[in-house]
Antibody, heavy 123, light 106 residues
Framework: QITLKESGPTLVKPTQTLTLTCTFS??????????VGWIRQPPGKALEWLAL???????RYSPSLKSRLTITKDTSKNQVVLTMTNMDPVDTATYYC???????????????WGQGTLVTVSS | DIQMTQSPSSVSASVGDRVTITCRAS??????LAWYQQKPGKAPKLLIY???SLQSGVPSRFSGSGSGTDFTLTISSLQPEDFATYYC????????FGPGTKVDIK
């Protein structure tokens, strides 16, 4: 079955760079149509999509955060890495990675999610 | 960028009630919409994709409809496990989520 798990620091200081790793199993990121996305959720607030990487290394970013985000994949390790620069307290949130199924065609939905990791930005 | 809105922001309902949640896109998005359910402390769960297709394993009391700018999620007979927050998501980049609708117990 498909599983995803986020890992990274739980606390970062303002202006630092956050690096999160999504380690997954049950699918290959070299399969046509498959992707892995990152979504975050500040405490008590709504979901916010951040980035998506496709099987062919095509990438999409949230326009409002594009200058701060980089998403990469390591297919051999079954990992996707998200980096976010210049962290601020408003970036405090639970960060999720999620699977984009290959069957979804032009639609992008997320059918499997990790448990999420809470990242707090504070000095 | 396309903005997603949802109404109501919260709804109080009883077990057995029919509940309808609306999602509106600021521009037409054809049927490029998904719906998710999220319970406190848990990751979201995909319910509906392509506006009206039921995700595998999701009970048939959930249904989705709409196209263009206006979409609805309907729960035909609310069950105790359905009390949660529901989000719509635009399925074309950027993959914007709506602000959510909380369904709680009346």
């Amino acid at each position: 079955q498909i599983t995803l798990k986020e890992s990274g620091p739980t606390l970062v200081k303002p202006t630092q760079t956050l690096t999160l790793t999504c380690t997954f199993s049950g699918f290959s990121l070299s399969t046509s149509g498959v992707g892995v996305g990152w979504i975050r959720q500040p405490p008590g607030k709504a979901l916010e999509w951040l980035a998506l990487i496709y099987w062919n290394d095509d990438k999409r970013y949230s326009p409002s955060l594009k200058s701060r985000l980089t998403i990469t994949k390591d297919t051999s390790k079954n990992q996707v890495v998200l980096t976010m620069t210049n962290m601020d307290p408003v970036d405090t949130a639970t960060y999720y990675c999620a699977h984009r199924p290959g069957w979804s065609g032009y639609y992008t939905t997320f059918d499997y999610w990790g448990q999420g990791t809470l990242v707090t930005v504070s000095s | 960028d396309i903005q997603m809105t949802q109404s109501p922001s919260s709804v109080s309902a009883s077990v057995g009630d029919r509940v309808t949640i609306t999602c509106r896109a600021s521009q037409g998005i054809s049927s490029w919409l998904a719906w998710y359910q999220q319970k406190p402390g848990k990751a979201p769960k995909l319910l509906i994709y392509a506006a009206s297709s039921l995700q595998s394993g999701v009970p048939s009391r959930f249904s989705g409809s709409g196209s263009g700018t206006d979409f609805t999620l309907t729960i035909s007979s609310l069950q105790p496990e359905d009390f949660a927050t529901y989000y719509c998501q635009q399925a074309n980049s950027p993959f914007t989520f709506g602000p959510g609708t909380k369904v709680d117990i009346k």
